[in-house]
């Protein structure tokens, strides 16, 4: 079983920064896509950002050219650089590991990233 700790989460000011990173235990996470996902209450989870085993990034639209995914596979983590925060990025901001062949898929329990002045 992999676990997977998001840290980094807190309360920010519009235009502020924050990293978030994802630490994975085992040893899966350099075979492994990863991604970000974030939700707000009522609302479904949403895809942020992406990156493959390979190094290849996949932004959504509404956080491209603000927001960063990096990994280091010697540390078993993952980052999320977060800049020019918006009070429309405040969600719980979720990891994931996954791979098709062979398959696994798992999340973290989420960190809060709220955006408030």
């Known amino acids: 079983q992999v676990q997977l700790v998001e840290s980094g989460g807190g309360l920010v000011q519009p235009g502020g920064s924050l990293r978030l990173s994802c630490s994975a235990s085992?040893?899966?996470?350099?075979?492994?896509?990863m991604g970000w996902y974030r939700q707000v209450p009522g609302k479904q989870r949403e895809l942020v950002a992406t990156?493959?085993?390979?190094?290849?990034?996949n932004y959504a639209d509404s956080v491209k050219g603000r927001f960063t995914i990096s990994r280091d596979n010697a540390k078993n983590t993952g980052y999320l650089q977060m800049n020019s925060l918006k009070p429309e990025d405040t969600a719980v901001y979720y990891c994931?590991?996954?791979?098709?062949?062979?398959?696994?898929?798992?999340w973290g329990q989420g960190t809060q990233v709220t955006v408030s002045s």
């Open positions: 085992g040893t899966i996470f350099r075979l492994s896509d």
């Open positions: 990156i493959t085993s390979g190094g290849s990034t």
């Open positions: 994931n590991v996954h791979r098709s062949v062979p398959r696994w898929d798992y």
